[in-house]
Structure formats: structure tokens, C-alpha cells
């Protein structure tokens, strides 16, 4: 059976009292895991943005946007392990409908 290959785009917000070395090590873990489970298309990482609401008492966030191809497993654990990871404040993960 042919395998079916999606594009992806996940964006995750990391509590911004972390560290800098915790902060490198959540986006290298979640980069890795991408790229281990499909191809990284891009990676963005926009920095410090204020929150447009408050999240747990805080203003602020470490935005990462990644673009990913994948099969259609990926996602469902990639929210899984954004769920139980401490660190991350929010996250999403949505399928661009090819053209």
C-alpha cells in the first residue's frame, strides 16, 4: 500500500522562564522528532512574542513554527507529546490541504 504524505505546520509555545539551554533542548527534541518521523520543510523560531492573553500567571512565550511533511500518525503524536511536556505552554498542529 502507498504510503500518503501530508503537509504539516506545528506552532508551540514554550514557557519563557525556562532557560536558554532548556529552551535549545525543547526545540531540538521537537525538531528531532519531526525530522526522525518525516522531512522538515522549515524551521522558524520567532523568539519572545507577548501572549495575547495571559497563560498560567505569564505575558510572554518562546514561539516556534515548524513546516513538516509526514505521514498522517505523526501529528496525533506529536499533540500527544506536546501534551505531557513540561515546558510547553500551548501548541497546534494543523494539515495544509494541498493544491
Not at 65 to 91: A, D
Amino acid at each position: 500500500m502507498e504510503k500518503i504524505i501530508n503537509s504539516y505546520e506545528t506552532l508551540f509555545v514554550i514557557d519563557p522562564d525556562l532557560t536558554e539551554e532548556a529552551t535549545k533542548a525543547l526545540v531540538e527534541k521537537f525538531t528531532n522528532l519531526i525530522a526522525d518521523n518525516g522531512e522538515i520543510v522549515d524551521t522558524n523560531e520567532w523568539g519572545k512574542k507577548k501572549l495575547a492573553y495571559p497563560i498560567n500567571d505569564k505575558n510572554e512565550g518562546y514561539y516556534v513554527l515548524v513546516n513538516f511533511k509526514s505521514e498522517g500518525s505523526l501529528p496525533s503524536e506529536l499533540e500527544r507529546i506536546f501534551g505531557i511536556t513540561e515546558g510547553i505552554m500551548r501548541s497546534i498542529v494543523i494539515r495544509h490541504e494541498d493544491k
